[in-house]
């Protein structure tokens, strides 16, 4: 590894510079003027805006995250007029995605860094990033519920000199870097979670804390990464929290504090085959399932039926796995079962309108509805799911009429 970093640091070094010396002249027409801070969105206020904004397609998307910024909006102005003009539509492509607090608290600084040496890592390595995934995977420089740090330039400085051949042997350089120096520390009751950098500098953390330090350093070397979740073990308490990274097509886990288990889709399931649920990945701003790369999947159909049609409004229900005592929500399908797929039906199965895709495991289906008192009327069902199996579940909305002259359960 020293034989590496001595045979390519002094280029690396003059590509960081170069990188430097473009982030610094960009950035010189970025300075806040203090007499707008506190004040809200107004293109006026800023006419080079106007151009800028007349030629984005998203101008309407544009023009609501400054809006929504309140009186931050001169910082988000300011890192659109100090980035090149063929890199803006992707500082405003960030600037539509970023979640609300981060349009409050962002600094110009911090989100040119990120374009600066995102656009760096995207062609400095022998690899390069398919275009249609730069701005999810390279540019997003969201990754979990951390603070909204600077990162890549000291972590690109770092792990640069290190790179391998390929976008795979680098990653398990990383994997190997991050198990050999983590130091493992309990989960803090407040806060939130920590920066990549804090990790970095200090070597501890929690798993997912490293989790996130990895997926930083995949980022700032030009590998697509994303942090992977498995919120809910079906066979172990808690959960659980790894990293893919992207190579020639190929989606490749890797356990950050576990090295020798990279590329193993199986880690968690061997011995325990029902230990993995709902597995999610991070992508950009967004969440995607991802189950089925690690496990054989069933499905659960599940029917909401109010006179005798499916009601596909109703969302008044669950799907929980028993978890450290109790049974738990699984919260990360709800990215799937908020799309209803009102009237379909498989062969030989009953019409649905909610598909959840689960590891294989024992679940909890709930669905709960009040009558026009107020009374709570629960249906729970438990059901074993294998792999490839489908189970249907129906749920009858219609309840019994209150009778008059009768008090409720409620009121009494």
Known sequence: MRATLVRHLPA?????????????GTHASAQTNKEFIGVPFDVTMEPRLAPILDASPDKAAVVA?????????RALADAILGAPEDERADILWLITQMPHLDRLEATADCLLEHLQYAYYAKTAFKWRVPEDMFRE????????????????????????????????????????????????????????????????????GTET????????????????????????????????????????????????????????????????????????????????LVTPAYVKCGSIHIACVRKGALDPAFTDFGVSVFNDGAWQPLDDLGSELDSPQ???????????????????????????????????????????????????????????????????????
Not at 155 to 173: E, G, I, Q, Y
Not at 232 to 252: H, P
Not at 273 to 286: C, D, I, M, Q, Y
């Open 12 to 24: 690396v070094i003059a590509a960081l510079a170069t990188a430097a010396a473009l982030f610094v």
């Open 65 to 73: 995250a400054l809006a929504d910024a309140g009186g931050n909006w």
């Open 137 to 204: 995977y390279i540019l997003a420089y969201r990754l979990e519920e951390e603070p909204m740090d600077p990162w890549r330039k000291e972590l690109s400085v770092a792990f640069a000199p290190l790179a391998k051949d390929t976008a795979r042997d680098t990653a398990r350089m990383v994997n190997e870097w991050v198990a050999g120096s983590a130091v493992v520390a309990p989960p803090s009751i407040f806060g939130p979670r920590q920066s990549p950098i804090a990790t970095y500098r200090s070597h501890r």
């Open 209 to 288: 804390d490293f989790a996130i330090l990895t997926t930083a350093i995949l980022k700032s070397l030009g590998i697509p990464s994303r942090g992977v979740r498995c919120a809910l073990l079906g066979e172990e308490k808690g959960g659980a929290s790894w990293v893919e990274a992207y190579d020639d097509g190929v989606w490749i886990p890797l356990y950050p504090l576990d090295a020798k288990s990279f590329g193993d889709t199986g880690k968690y399931t061997a011995g325990m085959p029902h230990n993995l649920t709902v597995v999610s990945a991070k992508t950009a701003f967004k969440t995607v």
């Open 342 to 412: 009102a009237g379909v039906h498989a062969e030989g199965l009953e019409p649905y309108n909610y598909e959840a895709v689960v590891g294989p495991g024992r679940y909890l289906i709930t669905a709960g509805v009040r009558n026009e008192n107020g009374d709570a009327y629960v249906q729970t069902k438990t059901i074993d799911i294998a792999g490839g199996e489908t189970v249907s579940v129906r749920f009858d909305l219609d309840l019994p009429e209150v009778q008059e002259g009768k008090e409720s359960q409620k009121q009494k």
